[in-house]
């Protein structure tokens, strides 16, 4: 496939063109700062930007499946929800939070964080709000769990739906490298159209 990863210089977005890469398919790499881009034959870089959605949208034109690996307080859905529309691409999949999750007493993570955190957080339930109500594309909400960031590739966790993973331990985690597994599966085998999910240990 072809996969378009918009954000596809920073923490996630290289471990997903990564991931992609290693299973065949050809990735296009777009970011502020293509330079920070994953290094392979099969990966294009490109300069670009959300807050700029009519030159973002020549970018995505041409590929199968967009992935938004961005801040959500930094790329409005309107501005990735129309440029993925706008070029002719049906597959929309999204790096999400863990915010808008519901834990074990059935509110939502959101709920408990600082409110240093909670700009980006709230930006991110909007997004997904803004999804739920889009029925031209065939999105994907992927949430990691509550802590995400450098590890190990296993391909061992679990996935979930609308409630926080947590492993026996009381951890609620997720690597990079893992969480590109489970979002390069749900590109090549489509499970949640339509719907949010989740993946942790």
């Known amino acids: 496939m072809k996969i378009a990863i918009v954000g596809g210089s920073g923490n996630i977005g290289t471990r997903l063109a990564k991931e992609a890469v290693s299973r065949g398919h050809t990735v296009t790499a777009i970011s502020r700062n293509p330079e920070k881009a994953h290094k392979d034959a099969k990966i294009t870089a490109k300069k670009g930007d959300v807050t700029d959605p009519k030159a973002l949208t020549p970018l995505l034109a041409g590929h199968d499946v967009v992935i938004s690996s961005v801040r959500f307080s930094e790329s409005p859905a309107d501005n990735v929800v129309g440029a993925t ?24 993570v959101f709920e408990s964080l600082p409110e240093a955190w909670r700009g980006e957080a709230g930006a991110g339930i909007k997004f997904l709000d803004k999804l739920k109500g889009e029925g031209a594309l065939d999105w994907t909400f992927l949430s990691p769990s509550a802590m995400i960031g450098p590890g190990e590739r296993t391909g061992k966790f679990r996935l979930g739906l609308e409630e926080l993973l947590v492993d026996k331990d009381g951890k609620s985690h997720i ?22 999910f989740t993946v942790g240990y």
């Open 175 to 196: 690597s990079y490298e893992d969480y590109a597994i489970a979002m390069i599966d749900e590109v090549e085998k489509p499970k949640h159209v339509q719907k949010r």
């Open 85 to 108: 529309k706008n070029a002719g691409v049906k597959r929309l999949l999204v790096v999400g939070g863990a915010a808008s999750l519901k834990g074990k007493d059935g509110k939502l």
